[in-house]
């Protein structure tokens, strides 16, 4: 069974920021070889619920959501899983993984650290 994935960001009032979500769902669904899918928390479409309820009717039996969010905050331990209660229990067949969020990782410490020399000219 192919697992959907779900790349879930928290969305902005501004376009060109909602657009980065888009730019790395392309990125992971070329690293991983299927189709990510975006969806928001807030102010853009797809909503999480309309996106989970989407691969759903396309008969997705396992869906993976990976919120893209630096660290456990409300969102993530709290309003994502009330958003997905309703629909788990709704389509009890339907098999609902929440990943970690990106958390306090190496690889986010590497990335800051490079952000930092790049504006001090390193």
Known sequence: MKSEIILLGHGSRRAEAN???LVVAQKVSLLMG???TP??????KPSLPEAVEAK???GALKIVI??????RGVHVSVDI???LREIREQN?????VFTEELGADDGIANLACLRIKE???A
């Open 19 to 21: 657009q980065g979500l």
């Open 39 to 44: 969806a928001y928390m807030a102010h853009d």
């Open 81 to 83: 899983h009330e958003e």
């Open 66 to 71: 990976m919120p893209l969010f630096l660290f």
């Open 56 to 58: 759903i009717k396309e």
């Open 119 to 121: 504006a001090m000219g």
């Open 92 to 96: 009890p067949k339907v098999e609902i």
């Open 34 to 36: 299927q189709t990510v």
